[in-house]
């Protein structure tokens, strides 16, 4: 499966951002999809995860501003990115982990947030 990121960019502190992951085949059986992120000199870590069962996980930093959610129609999962701030710069990426317990990666998209 390749995953590819996309949206991410330069926006202010308060702003919003969506980013999306698309997949190469269906992501029916995907489970769970995720986004993580990596700032610069931090390891990478987990923003939110979604379960085939439409379950959601988030890091206590981003809940209430992030939305998770998953389009299987389009093999594409998402990333709603609200009130936005510094802290949050860092290089995005989607993460599909399937039935067999492959770990796939999309190739990161970063996000800057300006103050």
């Known amino acids: 499966v390749q995953l590819q990121a996309s949206g991410g960019g330069l926006v202010q502190a308060g702003g919003s951002l969506r980013l999306s992951c698309a997949a190469s085949?269906?992501?029916?059986?995907?489970?769970?999809l995720g986004w993580y992120r990596q700032a610069p000199g931090k390891q990478r870590e987990l923003v939110a995860l979604i379960t085939s069962g439409g379950n959601t996980n988030y890091a206590d930093s981003v809940k209430g501003r992030f939305t998770i959610s998953r389009d299987n129609a389009k093999d594409t999962v998402y990333l709603q990115m609200n009130t936005l701030k510094p802290e949050d710069t860092a290089v995005y990426y989607c993460?599909?982990?399937?039935?067999?317990?492959?770990?796939?990666w999309g190739q990161g998209t970063l996000v800057t947030v300006s103050s």
């Open positions: 993460k599909a982990v399937s039935v067999r317990g492959v770990v796939y």
């Open positions: 085949r269906s992501i029916f059986n995907l489970n769970p």
